[in-house]
């Protein structure tokens, strides 16, 4: 679901940001590599329901961290299914459901690379650079939040 980029505040080894550390059991908050996370919402294909479950379980998180920048990984709908991990966290966006903790939201087919609004994306949180490479052709499988 996400990269260890994190780490133990207790032992130092890297560790996820939910749960306590497989090393040495801290439940203390896990220390960020960086104010900005990614998360892969369709990994071990989860329901739609259930990836937005993840989502606002990972936000809760993020806001606890100081995270300031989440890329969701959604997929496209590529697999002929119609992309509802995509379409339920749109429509969840559109409709305000995070707006506690989202403070923008950018789809990915409407970000694409040198785009007006990529370049407004990088003077709002210039972290995002190494990040947006993904992002050449407008990728319609990810969703960039500003938190």
């Not at 439940?27 to 071990?44: A, C, E, G, R, Y």
């Not at 990836?51 to 989440?70: V, Y």
């Not at 990915?108 to 947006?132: D, M, N, W």
């Amino acid at each position: 679901m996400m990269t260890h980029s994190f780490e133990c505040p207790e032992c130092g080894n890297p560790r996820g940001m939910l749960g306590e550390c497989r090393q040495c059991g801290s439940d203390d908050l896990p220390l960020p590599h960086s104010d900005t996370l990614v998360l892969n919402l369709k990994f071990d294909s989860p329901s739609a329901e259930e990836a937005l479950d993840r989502l606002t379980i990972a936000l809760r998180r993020a806001s606890e961290l100081g995270i300031k920048a989440m890329i969701l990984i959604h997929g496209y709908g590529a697999s002929g299914e119609g992309g509802k991990i995509k379409w339920i966290v749109h429509d969840a966006l559109e409709n305000n459901y995070f707006s506690d903790r989202v403070d923008e939201y950018h789809f990915g087919e409407q970000t694409a690379f040198g785009s007006e609004a990529y370049h407004a994306l990088l003077r709002r949180r210039p972290g995002l650079k190494a990040h947006l490479k993904h992002f050449k052709e407008g990728n319609a499988g990810m969703t960039v939040l500003i938190l």
